[in-house]
């Protein structure tokens, strides 16, 4: 992989983040952050990036499980959604499938806590956080 390149939030300068992340084969290049203490990410965070990236199809069949958790077929239906952009199974396999990781937002350089986000073909309008605790997922959340 790529060097990452990181550039800080000026509006928040703890917030380091990259572009257009390769995230594997079949996968869209994504958005990673990095919470720091101000300092540009070290070497060791990029590392802890890249094995995360080597292990990302586990990281998302893990948080499949907590996405399935606010898959609701009747509130699509309510709102007119297509049912043909619906899980085909209510598995965690179909959701990793479909889910889109757009983001993957350490907390610090350790990696111990971060949160991975997706979209989902039947919601244009929110991302799926899923965060996660020693490679673990802990709950998912909800967002505009």
């Not at 991975?116 to 802990?138: Q, S």
Request: glycine share 6%; with cysteine.
């Amino acid at each position: 992989m790529a060097n990452l390149n990181f550039t800080q939030d000026l509006e928040a300068p703890d917030l380091w983040a990259a572009e257009n992340v390769p995230a594997g084969p079949g996968r869209s290049p994504i958005h990673v952050m990095v919470q720091t203490d101000g300092e540009e990410p070290s070497p060791a965070a990029s590392r802890v990036v890249r094995d995360l990236l080597a292990r990302l199809d586990e990281q998302v069949l893990a948080a499949a499980d907590s996405l399935l958790d606010h898959y609701s077929p009747e509130q699509w239906l309510k709102q007119g959604i297509d049912p043909t952009q619906w899980l085909p199974e209510e598995t965690a396999k179909a959701m990793a499938g479909c889910a889109v990781l757009r983001a993957l937002w350490l907390f610090d350089e350790t990696g111990e806590g971060y949160e991975m986000w997706f979209t989902v073909p039947w919601d244009a309008e929110h991302t799926y956080d899923v965060e996660f605790d020693a490679g673990e997922p802990i709950g998912c959340s909800v967002n505009d």
